[in-house]
């Protein structure tokens, strides 16, 4: 089992920033690729970005490319999502989860999630 929490969510006005954390515990984290994913409300969840097990590769969502970067940090069990020049459109639950095999972008792919923490985008 891995356990994830997710943190840094909040409310930001639209050009703002906000960088969300993910912390995972029980197996080792480096065995598993991480993906972020966001679900508004009415809205299917969506792939959001993905890193490999290493921090190699990476790869985003068309809608957040140049925008949010993700970063991992395996000796602290730790992913980052930077998210800048934030919209209103951005406003979302974001979650985190662990993938054993690739960064899918198939949500169905993914084995492990995190409960998700709040963004919020004022225009």
Not at 35 to 59: C, D, H, N, T
Not at 83 to 92: F, R, W
Not at 101 to 115: F, H, I, L, V
Not at 117 to 123: E, I, N, R
């Amino acid at each position: 089992q891995v356990q994830l929490v997710e943190s840094g969510g909040g409310l930001v006005q639209a050009g703002g920033f906000l960088r969300l954390s993910c912390a995972a515990s029980g197996r080792t984290f480096s065995n598993y690729a991480m993906g972020w994913f966001r679900q508004a409300p009415g809205k299917e969840r969506e792939f959001v970005a993905g890193i490999s097990f290493l921090g190699v590769k990476s790869q985003y969502a068309d809608s957040v490319k140049g925008r949010f970067t993700i970063s991992r940090d395996n000796a602290k069990n730790t992913v980052f999502l930077q998210m800048n020049s934030l919209k209103p459109e951005d406003t979302a639950v974001y979650y985190c989860a662990a993938d054993s095999r690739y960064y899918s972008t198939n949500r169905d792919e993914y084995d492990y999630w995190g409960q998700g923490t709040q963004v919020t985008v004022s225009s």
